[in-house]
């Protein structure tokens, strides 16, 4: 039996983080470049890496969504592709797991 309400917090608080980190992402990826600046071409590589990681975050925020929603539908704990138990300690390492481990390793 799945702890959801420990999930649940877990989630939320994961949820804040990502949303916080996507703030402060969104706002360095809003500093405009210094055309003069002899760093620039470092600024661009990091504007790149700043892009990979904004949409790493939102990838997590909308996974952490979804997790959420599974638990306010009962199914959460639940493989959304077969329907088996994802598993306590999956779901202890990754709580917004939506694969158990056997759809996961399949997909990798
Ligand atoms: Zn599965």
Redesign the pocket.
Known sequence: MIDTTSARSRLERQLAELEARQAHLASDLAEPLDPDSSERAIEVEDEASLEAQANLVANEIASTRRALDRIADGTYGE?V????EIGAGRLEARPEAA??I??ASRDA
């Open positions: 493989c592709r077969c329907g088996a694969l158990c056997g759809c």
